[in-house]
């Protein structure tokens, strides 16, 4: 059985993602362009997608236009920060309004996810898979694909133009190994999709004396910055990005991060050595404050 995953919609100019244009006249078409990427996570050498489809629901009582993605392998480690794989590029649709769009995905409950030839970067897999560190193989679920499914918000083709969108999972939030489901992982996505026009990145560096410590898995979340990173931990931030050496032969040279596909607005960045229990002080607490531009790249360091 397919599962099917859906994402959350986030944008500023509505409470659905609608793209300048607006909806248009019957027989008119315009171009849809949609990439993943992730929001990396620890002890996982692979995450392995197999795509199969993108449905997108007229609104009204139109008929379902289906994108065929056969066998469309993807492994979301592979685009961090605001590297994309792009899933379709200016596929034409018809223009106007839908209602929902959803990504169908293969990975069932027992199914055959795995078979992976241990290549790097590459999955030769069957269906949808993770790699955990030291090469260990688990088939991937997602739930509740049988059914309804889980339906990203409603969104606007507009004549003769085009709508750019970016899936940026969060696989921190998502991945799960539930007791008794072993060879099984979950995954329960948390997803956001935004307009690529509506984007910017975080990027910075972080201290030897703050990354390199032992026992530290280092890692920058961003909150918004209403928010106080120390009241409510990482279960509130927007977004995260794993800190890595920027040389591993020499870490005098520091660590470094990327976190892209931020919304435009104001955020605050907080540094953390055990996936965001707490955040160390001198990093600091409340954060680094930073506005995000479109297209741009904003410097947060951690030092």
């Known amino acids: 059985m397919k599962a099917i995953l859906q994402g959350i919609l986030l944008f500023a100019a509505s409470a659905g993602l609608v793209a300048c244009g607006g909806s248009s006249s019957s027989g008119e078409t315009g171009l849809l362009s949609l990439g993943v990427s992730d929001h990396p996570v620890h002890d996982i050498e692979k995450v392995c997608i197999t795509f199969d489809a993108i449905e997108l629901k007229p609104a009204g009582d139109g008929p379902l236009e289906i994108i065929d993605l056969p066998g469309t392998k993807v492994n979301l480690l592979d685009f961090q920060g605001m590297n994309t794989f792009p899933l379709v590029f200016e596929e034409e649709v018809p223009a106007g309004k839908y209602a929902w769009m959803r990504l169908i995905i293969d990975a069932s409950l027992g199914g055959s996810g795995g078979g992976d030839s241990g290549a790097p970067d590459i999955c030769d897999g069957n269906a949808s898979y993770i790699v955990s560190d030291g090469g260990t193989e688990h088939n991937l679920y997602v739930p509740s694909g049988d059914q309804t499914g ?22 921190m939030r998502s991945v799960t190994s539930p007791l008794g489901l072993d060879p099984d992982v979950i995954l329960r996505p948390h997803i956001r999709l935004v307009d690529n026009a509506e984007v910017g990145a975080l990027s910075g560096t972080v201290a030897t004396d703050l990354a390199g410590t032992d026992g530290c898995t280092p890692a920058v979340y961003v909150f918004d910055n209403a928010t106080d990173a120390s009241d409510v931990g990482a279960a509130g931030y927007v977004a995260s990005g794993i800190v890595s050496p920027i040389d591993e032969n020499d870490l005098a040279q520091g660590f470094g991060y990327e976190i892209g596909h931020l919304l435009v607005g104001s955020y605050e960045a907080a540094f953390s050595c055990d996936d965001g229990v707490t955040f160390i002080a001198d990093a600091p607490t409340q954060g680094n404050p930073f506005d995000i531009v479109a297209g741009k790249i904003t410097e947060g360091n951690f030092q």
């Open 150 to 171: 889980l339906k990203l918000s409603g969104f606007t083709v507009p004549a003769n133009g085009s709508v750019d969108f970016t899936a940026e999972w969060d696989l």
